[in-house]
């Protein structure tokens, strides 16, 4: 999603940002868990104010700073 794309192609397109700041809600986080170049979890930004994320594991909340 993050390669280059002509106006006209259809498909998905992303902005990547360098701080969690600059992420709006529904924005999507991917980590690297272990520095190797994949990505081991995804969350979605629910909540900026209080940065809140969904993500799938166990229903608990977890408040992340920058």
């Given at each position: 999603?993050?390669?280059f794309?002509?106006?006209?192609t259809?498909?998905?397109r992303?902005?990547?940002?360098?701080?969690?700041?600059s992420?709006?809600n529904g924005?999507i986080m991917?980590?690297?868990?272990?520095?190797?170049?994949k990505f081991?979890?995804?969350v979605?930004l629910?909540?900026?104010?209080?940065l809140?994320?969904a993500?799938?594991t166990?229903n608990?909340?977890?408040?992340?700073?920058?």
């Open positions: 999603m993050t390669s794309k002509s106006f006209d259809p498909g998905p992303v902005i990547v940002v360098d701080s969690i700041n992420l709006d924005g991917q980590i690297d868990f272990y520095s190797d170049g081991d979890h995804t979605i629910v909540d900026k104010a209080t809140k994320f993500q799938h166990s608990i909340y977890r408040y992340y700073q920058d």
